[in-house]
T-cell receptor, first 112, second 114 residues
Framework: NAGVTQTPKFQVLKTGQSMTLQCAQD?????MSWYRQDPGMGLRLIHY???????DQGEVPNGYNVSRSTTEDFPLRLLSAAPSQTSVYFC???????????FGPGTRLTVL | AQKVTQAQTEISVVEKEDVTLDCVYE???????LFWYKQPPSGELVFLIR??????QNEISGRYSWNFQKSTSSFNFTITASQVVDSAVYFC???????????FGQGTRLTINP
């Protein structure tokens, strides 16, 4: 099993550009989520999904879109990148929020 | 609303010392789950433990132990005889029943000096 994979590992964007962070898991988990990690802020939930076709907002959803067309994939889209979105992004999957979350290796994003 | 507070931003100790990382949580729910995760310098997030609100037994795993006290809404983590490899950022997290969200504390950066 590959577990949770994320691409790319590093990305530099200019303000206003858009991009998609990819996340995939091969554990047949229904629950998937995106977090951003900023110094001193811990991990903050951006969006989550409890199954294919179902998504909802987390704590800091502004500027991000998600979709879940399959159980395996949960991409995160930045519509118009801003310097405030410079962060490390983690994707996670699990059987539910009451279970161990399996995290991807993270994507380090810099917006200039 | 669920909230987790890790008041200790950074802790630095000398190897072989015992160290306790504090975690205080807030919830209005009677059913909830608490977690600890470790983030070593390499950056990945590693699951350490899960505890549900109905199980207040302390947990010990090798040099690691966890003290869950509902009366003080705390779920503290102790490392006994610390080692340099324990250096990492440690996160406490809370999930309320039905909330479908996992809320993390700010994290505690632990440095073990040789």
């Amino acid at each position: 099993n590959a577990g949770v994979t994320q691409t790319p590992k590093f990305q530099v964007l200019k303000t206003g550009q858009s991009m998609t962070l990819q996340c995939a898991q091969d554990m047949n988990h229904e629950y998937m989520s995106w977090y951003r990690q900023d110094p001193g802020m811990g991990l903050r939930l951006i969006h989550y999904s409890v199954g294919a076709g179902i998504t909802d907002q987390g704590e800091v959803p502004n500027g991000y879109n998600v979709s879940r067309s399959t159980t395996e994939d949960f991409p995160l889209r930045l519509l118009s990148a801003a310097p405030s979105q410079t962060s490390v992004y983690f994707c996670a999957s699990s059987y539910g929020t009451y279970n161990e979350q399996f995290f991807g290796p993270g994507t380090r994003l810099t917006v200039l | 609303a669920q909230k987790v507070t890790q008041a200790q931003t950074e802790i630095s100790v000398v190897e072989k010392e015992d160290v306790t990382l504090d975690c205080v949580y807030e919830t209005r729910d009677t059913t909830y789950y608490l977690f600890w995760y470790k983030q070593p310098p390499s950056g990945e997030l590693v699951f350490l433990i899960r505890r549900n609100s109905f199980d207040e037994q302390n947990e010990i795993s090798g040099r690691y132990s966890w003290n869950f006290q509902k009366s003080t809404s705390s779920f503290n983590f102790t490392i006994t005889a610390s080692q340099v490899v324990d250096s990492a950022v440690y996160f406490c997290a809370l999930s309320e029943w039905g909330a479908q969200k996992l809320v993390f504390g700010q994290g505690t950066r632990l440095t073990i000096n040789p």
